[in-house]
């Protein structure tokens, strides 16, 4: 699926990641600082609290004073400056958020396939706008093969799940390809109005799915085809 759009907002929200890891970075450093602040100003205030003790002159009162204050002011200087380094490392993880978002639905944009197809028809062309759960391709799974037959009541009543079978295909009369059966339909598939006497019963009809062994499959997979008519 086309993806320019969401490329060119993966890139902004990924300028984003790194604006709030530069401020973050920055953050960080304020706090540094703002503790080497505080330290020394804890410092000269231990200093003048000792000068204020053995000198009750007012100069010293005045610089013990100066000096709380500075303290103070230094440490609601480190809450603020720890405070931003918690907005700086929330704006980030909300900007790597919205990145890995984009990221994903880039992802979710491209068609993948877990087992092994094969590609029948594109259904749509380059360019065109498809609604949700619109259809691009017809696939057929390579590994998932089977032949559907149909039984009589008497037969199908005897048929058990797992049953060995042999494949015969038109096109390869002389070849068998060995298959298990797979499903044995709950209900008939043919089913007269009025189901009295025996012969009509015999005219009921159950589906059977025959599937060919996958690690069979696998070591074919260029062969294989859809729509072979055949026996089983």
Same mark, same amino acid.
């Not at 204020?52 to 004073?65: I, N, P």
């Not at 609604?131 to 037969?155: C, H, N, Q």
């Given at each position: ?6 490329? %060119?907002? *993966?890139?902004? /929200?990924? #300028? &984003? $990641?790194?604006? +709030? ?5 920055? !953050? @960080? =450093? ?45 440490? %609601?200087? *480190?809450?603020? /400056?720890? #405070? &931003? $380094?918690?907005? +700086? ?5 909300? !900007? @790597? =958020? ?57 037969? +199908? ?5 797992? !049953? ?69």
């Amino acid at each position: 699926m086309d993806t320019k759009f969401m490329a %060119a907002q *993966l890139r902004q /929200a990924k #300028a &984003k $990641v790194e604006q +709030a890891r530069h401020e973050s970075a920055y !953050a @960080t =450093a304020v706090v540094t600082r703002r503790k080497s602040e505080l330290d020394i100003a804890q410092k000269d205030y231990r200093c003048s609290r000792g000068v204020f003790r053995s000198d009750k002159e007012a100069v010293a009162l005045k610089q013990l004073d100066h000096d709380q204050a500075t303290v103070a002011t230094a440490t %609601a200087m *480190l809450a603020e /400056a720890e #405070a &931003k $380094v918690l907005e +700086a490392e929330a704006a980030m993880d909300a !900007a @790597t =958020a919205a990145a890995e978002t984009i990221a994903a639905d880039i992802d979710d944009s491209i068609l993948k396939s877990t087992v092994k197809k094969r590609i029948l028809y594109r259904l749509a062309e380059p360019g065109e706008v498809l609604s949700a759960g619109g259809k691009v391709l017809t696939v057929l799974e390579l590994t998932d093969v089977y032949m559907t037959i149909f039984l009589p009541t008497r037969l +199908a009543g005897r048929v058990r799940i797992g !049953a060995e079978t042999r494949l015969v295909f038109d096109t390869l009369p002389d070849m068998t390809v060995p298959a298990k059966v797979s499903f044995v339909t709950p209900e008939a598939q043919f089913n007269p109005k009025e189901v009295e006497t025996r012969t009509e019963r015999e005219k009921l009809m159950f589906r059977i799915k025959v599937k060919i062994d996958p690690e069979l499959l696998l070591q074919h997979l260029a062969e294989v085809k859809t729509g072979v008519p055949g026996v089983a």
